[in-house]
């Protein structure tokens, strides 16, 4: 696989996640429900309650991204690649 391409993925899942808040089983309660706001990924859902739990969520997303990229074959992988940001730059 081509330096490039691996970058390309790295980038790709590290601007995926964001260190934020969210609401836990929505609605609110704010809003008549049972969710409460929680520290985690807004992304993913993921309560994470530390900058280091947060870099473990974003190691383990990282690495199962480029081992995915990495079984397929250069042109699949290169096809997936763009797949995958363009995705990405729509959420
Ligand atoms: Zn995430």
Redesign the pocket.
């Known amino acids: 696989m081509l330096s490039e391409t691996i970058t390309a993925i790295i980038r790709a899942e590290m601007g995926?996640?964001?260190f934020d808040t969210y609401v836990d089983d929505p609605p609110s309660t704010a809003q008549g429900g049972r969710g409460v706001v929680v520290p985690?990924?807004?992304?993913?859902?993921?309560r994470l309650s530390t900058v280091g739990q947060?870099v473990d969520?974003?190691t383990k997303?990282v690495v199962r991204a480029v081992q995915e990229a990495a079984r397929e074959p250069e042109e699949t992988a290169g096809a997936a690649l763009c797949s995958k940001v363009s995705k990405d730059s729509v959420n």
């Not at 985690?40 to 993921?46: D, E």
């Open positions: 995926r996640h964001k985690g990924c807004s992304i993913c859902k993921v947060f969520h974003l997303s």
